[in-house]
């Protein structure tokens, strides 16, 4: 079980606005910024957004990132067939002193 | 261009230490913008932090595996290296090296990734 809490899958039509929860607690989440990366099976995890909403250099506006309190969100707006793939989020935990990843979401483009 | 390169035994046996090394190039582990570490991904299932490494000699482990890893650098051959011992079939996993941010702290980039097996 990880620590940060994902829906395991989420699905969408091209076009369409697509939303990734992620839910932690107070000594991760709820204190620290949240990352988010964009994992294609079989080639190395992406950052898609660091400080819960800051987009790296080169990442479509596409992609907005947000936070309140204990929960995070990744939303996707006009969905495209290449933004198939894994998502993950990820926290520093003050309790644990390390980061925690979710469990990871798994983006269909139908 | 910064590149991470992971090598290492791709198969390890039940009991034995798994060892990894991430070469760098393109910046230099003795950096003190970054930090360095290693997750990883056994089949089928999700991300698993495992360890970070400052430049100056500072370690965080995941306390679930802390017993178990050592994380070093080698600042003269610009790599950093994971020890994880007393591996079961649990350990089978690809392993990422990535650098880590110092501030704000993310994993800005990751190399491509090793599988090591854990099999007799």
């Known amino acids: 079980q990880s620590v940060l809490t994902q829906p395991p899958s989420v699905s969408g039509t091209p076009g369409q606005r697509v939303t990734i929860s992620c839910s932690g607690s107070?000594?991760?989440?709820?204190?620290?910024?949240v990352n988010w990366y964009q994992h294609f099976p079989g080639t190395a995890p992406k950052i898609l957004m660091f400080s819960s909403n800051q987009r790296p250099s080169g990442v479509p506006d596409r992609f907005s990132g947000s936070k309140s309190g204990t929960s995070a969100s990744l939303a996707i707006s006009g969905l495209q067939s290449v933004d198939e793939a894994d998502y993950y989020c990820a926290a520093w935990d003050d309790s644990l002193n390390g980061v925690v990843f979710g469990g990871g979401t798994k983006l269909t483009v139908l | 261009q910064l590149q991470l390169q992971e090598s290492g035994p791709g198969l390890v046996k039940p009991l034995a230490t798994l060892s990894l090394t991430c070469t760098v190039s393109g910046d230099s582990i003795s950096s003190s913008s970054y930090y360095w570490g290693w997750i990883r991904q056994p089949p089928g299932k999700g991300l698993e932090w495992i360890a970070n490494?400052?430049?100056?000699?500072?370690?965080y482990y995941n306390p679930t595996l802390k017993s178990r890893v050592t994380i070093s650098t080698d600042s003269s051959k610009n790599q950093f290296s994971l020890e994880l011992s007393s591996v079961t079939a649990a350990d089978t996993a690809v392993y990422y090296c990535a650098r880590r941010v110092y501030w704000p702290r993310y994993f800005d980039h990751w190399g491509q990734g090793k599988l090591v097996t854990v099999s007799s």
């Open positions: 107070g000594s991760n989440i709820g204190t620290n910024a």
């Open positions: 490494i400052y430049y100056s000699g500072s370690r």
